[in-house]
């Protein structure tokens, strides 16, 4: 993981307006191309996940990134929903979660 990217993702994380901040990174080739962020726990089955929109938005990314941040900033622990996984799987996009 890159500086540069762990730039993004807070930015981002502190744009959110909702408690828990859902971070995806999109990347083609090491360089970022989207980067959405989502609120993972409104509503069951409702809403759409961060790794859904970089999926939605770049259907040639290679690589998602995945973070999730605490109101006051934390890196927190995430891993992506199991929809989101096959989704992934059959794009053959990785999906990376957590910020290891
Ligand atoms: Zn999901």
């Known amino acids: 993981m890159t500086k540069e990217l762990l730039n993004r993702v807070r930015k981002k994380a502190i744009k959110a307006t909702t408690a828990y901040r859902v971070i995806a990174v999109g990347c083609v080739g090491g360089k970022i191309v989207v980067c959405a962020c989502s609120h993972r726990f409104t509503r069951k089955g409702g809403g759409i996940h961060a790794e859904e ?5 770049r259907k040639d990314v290679e690589k998602i990134f995945l973070f999730r941040f605490s109101k006051t900033g934390n890196m927190l622990q995430i891993e ?11 794009l053959g996009i990785k999906i990376i979660a957590g910020g290891q």
Do not use: E, Y
């Not at 929109?53 to 938005?57: S, Y």
């Not at 992506?80 to 059959?90: D, I, M, V």
């Open 80 to 90: 992506p929903c199991n929809r989101c996984s096959k989704h992934a799987t059959r």
């Open 53 to 57: 929109k970089v999926m939605i938005r």
